[in-house]
C-alpha cells in the first residue's frame, strides 16, 4: 500500500509538472489568454502588501530545490513576483493598476505577487529594499522558486501587465540571474496592545535575505546581456509594429554604413593611415609591396624602350 502510494503521488507530480511545463514561445500568448479569462471571470485580486519580514517568511517558506531531498518533499516550490516602491514616486503609481492586473492572472497561476514599501523605515524597508540595490522606483524582482535565484524585471521597457505576466511565466529565462543566500536570522516580535506579557513567546525567528555578490567579469558581462535583449526587444518590436518604417531606416542605415567604409578606405590611403582592419605593420608591408611592384614596372617599361631604340 505503501509503495502504491508513493507510486501515485510520484505520477500526480509528474503530471503537474507536465501542466506547468510551457513550450519556448508560449509566455507572451499564455498571458494574453489569461488576462482576458480573469477579465471575462470578473477575477480581481491586488497584488499583497507585505513587509520585509513577511515577504522572506513566504519566501522561505515555499522554496524548493532542482534536485530534491527528503526534506523538501512537502515544500511547493512558488515564484514570488515582488514590486518595490515608494508611496511619493509618480511612476509606482502609474504602473500600480498593471502590476494588480498582473497579480490577478499570475495568483490564478499559483504564484504569490506582492509589493514591499522601501520608505517605511518602521518594518525595515528602507534597509531591506538597500539589501536589494535597489537604487530607483518602481522595481519588480521575480524570484525564482526552484533555485536561490532572482531576476530583475526590464523597467526601460514594456511595463503593461502583459509584459510582466509574460515575463514571469517565463520569459525571464535568458536574463542574468542574481543569486542570494541564507543572511542571519532576525527575531520578530509582532505588536501586540496587550500587557500580559505573552509577546516574548510568540517571537519567530526569520531567515533574512543576502545577495550573493558578483565578480567583475559577471557584472560586465551581466550589463552586456541585458543591453543586448532590450536592443533585440526593441528591434522586433518596431519590426513588428511598424514594418514599412523598419525597412526603410535598416535600409537606409545598410548603404549610409556601406558609404562609410568605403570613405574610409579611400581617406585612410589618402592620408596614410592604417585601413580598417589593417595594423601599421601590414601597412608598411603593404607599402613596400607598392613600391617594389612600382620599381619593377619602371625596369620593364625601359628595357622594352632600349629594345625599342637598339631596333
Known sequence: KHR????????????????????????RVLALALLVSAFVSGANAEATKWTPGEFERSLFATRGSNTPTAADDDVTATPHLLKLYAPWCGHCKKMAPAFDEAATVLKMRNMEVGKVDCADRQSGGVEFCAKLNVRGFPQVKLFLGTEDALVDF??????????????????????????????????????????????????????????????????????????????????????????????????????????????????????????????????????????????????????????????
Open 154 to 311: 526590464p523597467m526601460s521597457g514594456d511595463r503593461s501587465s502583459a509584459a510582466m505576466v509574460a515575463f514571469a511565466l517565463g520569459g525571464h529565462a535568458a536574463r542574468p540571474r542574481q543569486y542570494f543566500r541564507e543572511g542571519p536570522r532576525s527575531v520578530q516580535v509582532p505588536v501586540s496592545g496587550s500587557d500580559d506579557g505573552d509577546d516574548e513567546d510568540s517571537s519567530e525567528e526569520t531567515a533574512t535575505i543576502a545577495l550573493v555578490p558578483k565578480t567583475g567579469v559577471e557584472r560586465y558581462r551581466d550589463f552586456a546581456l541585458d543591453v543586448a535583449l532590450d536592443v533585440a526587444e526593441d528591434v522586433f518590436s518596431c519590426l513588428k509594429n511598424h514594418r514599412l518604417g523598419s525597412l526603410a531606416i535598416f535600409s537606409a542605415a545598410f548603404f549610409v554604413a556601406l558609404l562609410g567604409i568605403i570613405l574610409t578606405d579611400l581617406v585612410s590611403e589618402r592620408i596614410g593611415v592604417p585601413r580598417r582592419g589593417e595594423s601599421w605593420d601590414q601597412m608598411r608591408e603593404r607599402a613596400e609591396w607598392a613600391a617594389e611592384r612600382a620599381r619593377r614596372k619602371e625596369k620593364e617599361s625601359k628595357k622594352v624602350t632600349d629594345g625599342k631604340k637598339t631596333r
Open 4 to 27: 502504491r502510494a508513493l507510486a501515485s503521488e510520484a505520477s500526480r507530480t509528474t503530471m503537474v509538472c507536465r501542466v506547468r511545463r510551457l513550450p519556448p514561445r508560449a509566455p
